[in-house]
């Protein structure tokens, strides 16, 4: 990593810059009962899937059988639930232990700082509020400031945070908790460091044994 330079720092929120507490089994419940109401058979989903990708074959089931109007309106009662749950527990947000020391550190050093989450505009402004750093960013990139298919993990959502840093993706170093953190990175042309915070390292092993991994993002400050 020495040896390349980096412009900017990008983070996954929940699990990796910020400890939050949001009911993720909830979310995913949310996402398949409104499913449901819409017409998809309840084989086609799994809540182990998560909310995510039962939301992804939710809505090419629906689409697929001719039922976009469906598959509009639940996208939007899905939309409104999801924000609500994220919302529930938003005031026990922290920065992981050093993560202010860490984003001041990295603002020092010259390099632009941006969060790009699969949270709402409105829970992800509230949770890095209520945890002190908001301030400290200079973008935010959320799952609803774009159309859905453009969210992470898909490199577009990548590409909307370095536009606004006002670099390429490839100048991007980003961290993330999460298979989709790393996909994103790498789809896009962005560098990767996978954080312990929210996953252990048997998990990362099984998505890529060379993925590089560090304990938290604290550790940030050891290697740039």
């Not at 639940?74 to 527990?89: H, P, Q, S, T, Y």
């Not at 915070?197 to 048997?202: D, K, Q, R, V, Y």
Request: aromatic share 6%.
């Amino acid at each position: 990593m020495s040896e390349r330079r980096y412009l900017a720092v990008g983070f996954d929120m929940d699990g990796t810059l910020l400890r939050t507490d949001v009911d993720y089994v909830k979310l995913c419940t949310v996402v398949c009962n409104e499913m449901k109401v819409a017409g998809v058979p309840a084989s086609i989903l799994v809540m182990s899937k998560g909310s995510k990708q039962n939301l992804d074959d939710g809505m090419r089931y629906l689409i697929e059988n001719g039922m976009s109007d469906a598959a509009d309106a639940a996208f939007k009662r899905i939309r409104e639930g999801v924000k609500k749950v994220e919302l529930e527990n938003v005031m026990t947000a922290r920065p992981y232990e050093g993560g202010e020391m860490m984003l001041r550190y990295l603002k020092s050093k010259g390099y632009r700082i941006g969060v790009l989450t699969r949270g709402s505009r409105p829970y992800a402004e509230k949770a890095l509020t209520v945890a002190g750093v908001i301030d400290d960013l200079d973008a935010l990139v959320c799952r609803d400031d774009h159309p859905e298919p453009e969210a992470k993990p898909s490199p577009i959502a990548m590409r909307h945070l370095a536009n606004e840093l006002n670099v390429e993706p490839k100048d991007i170093l980003y961290l993330g908790d999460h298979s989709m953190d790393h996909s994103c990175a790498r789809d896009s042309g962005a560098g990767f460091i996978g954080v312990l915070t929210g996953s252990t390292e048997e998990y990362w092993k099984r998505i890529d044994e060379n993925i590089r991994v560090i304990d938290t993002v604290t550790d940030l400050m050891k290697i740039l």
